[in-house]
């Protein structure tokens, strides 16, 4: 891939080699929640429990027959997931003549996973879900809403409202600690560990995951642990320890492939093909691509089938065959457009870009790359819409919870006949209770839209130094090459940029936007510290680890490790004292 990016023009190559990082990073987080983020029974899922389960259809009626079609559509549904979705809707047929809230509220629920997981589309599942949950709120039925609940926080995740899921997902676990339902507990933990992993905390995503591998163990949840392995497998390769990826992935492929569950064996191994690809090994990424793929388009799993034309484009242009590259890409971005999954239509663009560029065909590779920066605009917009009108929509509705608050006591004042100093001191009271509400919530805001930002500069610092990685294997690639014409040799080694002090000052600046003064009081309180040192302080207030900041400056960890020692002398910080806890209060 980086060698394609080198042959294009310079502000190409820069758009695209940046996004190549970030790509790569958010590549396997986006398609893990595929396996992972559904609460179904964990049914054997064979030929002899199908076959007894229409035999007691066949002979029952009632309320007792639609809980048995319900069962079947949860034991089709990973094998068989058409017969599923056409087993389900007879079942919500029968309910509504039958007026059966309990059947009906499972059938819709099912329905909304169907749409969710098979199909990719979102605002059907949502429809369904919601109907689920009235039903089962109707009903008391706390353990149906903790499903919906994780169901409804799963497509949350998957429209990019990280906050929105996580709000969801601890409702589920409020409830499921209430109940003691350590089944549902097992599979929140294991969302929640997700959820992490795509905010790239990998240590809290690994400790909740370890706790469902715990519980899935001692309990024998076979489908939850097969979920969590294949979890720690893509934390693993993101972390490039790609050995332990590969055996975290086959570990996870072993229990689909014993339950029979074909939709997460194509996930596994398009996983499988990400773990080679990721070591370089094309040609075996490529099979196991190709094993995904036959499965998905046998079965039309559509997100699966996408990512495998996806991973096959990749892995055909690596090998150089670039008409099966072009194929495959251009089939994957008609998948991506049916369904409008915004991730998958900037991936392909992306990718077609480097296919077409590699080919020499330079007038469609541009006009990928402009469809390419034009989505990446329009998704940015679009995130920073959606975050406005959910501030918006909370701000409105605390305003009237408010407002509620203040007419209730101002009703139980007037009924209860209290004098004018009670009326008084309600009214203080409520202008305190108000005063803190506002408070805790602007604080939240204000705290998580911090984090967020320091997020956003770690990932920033890291992309950058990862592109003038590129730009160095490109000089390198290029001075190792035998080129006859010395001139455009030198012309082509004079247009590579040289962006890394143009890249810190540029960080700076962002870095003073999210954190203005820092560089100041730093230099106030500490008027001897080096430019070394300051950058180092930057890293630390952005949570970098020493691994990120040894990456970035080029040195070991243990370098940075000394640096952090010197620099805690330096400014005459006790032994005892956390380095990274005082500079994160400047």
């Known amino acids: 891939m980086i060698e394609v990016i080198s042959i294009l023009p310079n502000d190409m190559a820069k758009e695209l080699g940046d996004y190549y990082i970030s790509y790569m990073n958010i590549k396997l987080f986006v398609f893990t929640l595929s396996l992972s983020l559904i609460t179904i029974p964990s049914f054997s899922q064979n030929k002899a429990t199908i076959d007894s389960l229409e035999n007691a259809i066949r002979f029952s009626d009632g309320n007792a027959k639609i809980d ?39 059938s819709f629920n099912i329905i909304g996973i169907w749409y969710l997981f098979i199909n990719g589309q979102y605002d059907s599942a949502q429809i369904y879900f919601e109907k689920s949950l009235i039903i089962k709120h109707e009903l008391n039925d706390e353990t149906g809403k903790a499903k919906i609940y994780n169901n409804m926080a799963i497509i949350k995740r998957r429209e990019g409202d990280l906050s929105g899921s996580l709000d969801f997902y601890l409702q589920a676990i409020s409830i499921n600690e209430k109940t003691n339902s350590i089944d549902l507990l097992s599979s929140n933990y294991l969302n929640v560990g997700i959820l992490y992993e795509s905010m790239g905390y990998y240590e809290l995503a ?6 469902t591998v715990t519980i899935c163990e001692k309990m024998d949840y076979k489908l939850t642990l097969s979920r969590a392995f294949t979890t720690l497998g893509s934390i693993n390769l993101q972390k490039s ?4 990826a590969r055996k975290y992935y086959t570990k996870s492929l072993k229990i689909k492939q014993q339950h029979n569950d074909i939709r997460g064996m194509a996930i596994l191994y398009a996983h499988l093909g990400d773990a080679e690809q990721f070591s370089g090994n094309f040609d075996a990424s490529k099979e196991y691509y190709l094993k995904s793929f036959e499965l998905s388009s046998e079965h039309n799993f ?19 065959n670039l008409n099966a590259a072009e194929t495959n890409g251009l089939k994957a971005l008609a998948l991506a457009k049916e369904s409008d999954d915004v991730e998958e239509i900037i991936e392909t663009y992306y990718i077609l870009t480097l296919i077409y560029a590699a080919k020499r065909d330079f007038d469609k590779s541009n006009e990928f790359r402009n469809a390419f920066s034009v989505q990446n605009k329009k998704r940015f917009r679009d995130e920073l819409k959606t975050q ?12 009237r919870e408010q407002e509620f608050a203040l007419q209730e006591k101002e009703n139980i004042s007037l009924s209860q006949s209290l004098t004018i100093r009670n009326l008084i001191i309600l009214v203080i009271l409520l202008v305190i209770v108000t005063l803190l509400i506002t408070y805790r919530y602007h604080s939240k805001l204000l705290l998580r839209n911090i984090d967020s930002k320091n997020r956003e500069l770690a990932f920033a610092a890291i992309r950058m130094n990862k592109v003038n990685e590129i730009i160095d294997h490109i000089k390198k690639e290029i001075l190792s090459k035998e080129v006859d014409d010395k001139d455009m040799l030198g012309r082509i080694l004079k247009a590579l940029p040289d962006n890394s002090e143009k890249d810190w000052n540029n960080l700076r600046i ?30 630390i207030k952005v949570n970098l680890s020493n691994k990120e900041i040894a990456n970035i400056l080029h040195v070991t960890p243990q370098s940075v490790k000394m640096s952090k020692y010197r620099l805690k002398k330096k400014i005459g910080l006790n032994e005892n004292k956390d380095l990274n806890i005082f500079i994160s209060k400047f």
């Open 68 to 106: 048995l079609m319900t069962t079947l559509s949860w034991e089709l549904y990973n094998s068989q997931p058409n017969q599923s979705l056409e087993m389900i809707y007879e079942a919500l047929k029968l309910s509504e003549e039958k007026n059966y809230l309990k059947g009906k509220g499972d």
């Open 206 to 211: 690994e400790e909740y995951l370890y706790k």
């Open 241 to 244: 320890n790609n050995e332990l």
């Open 302 to 320: 559509r997100e699966s089938l996408c990512y495998s034309y996806i991973g096959l484009a990749i892995s055909e242009l690596h090998l150089n």
């Open 388 to 399: 406005i009108a959910e501030i918006k929509i909370r701000y409105e509705t605390e305003k």
């Open 510 to 539: 962002h870095f003073e936007q999210v954190h203005p003064n820092f560089f100041k009081k730093l230099q106030s309180t500490f008027e001897d510290l080096s430019q070394n040192e300051l950058k180092l302080c930057a890293y």
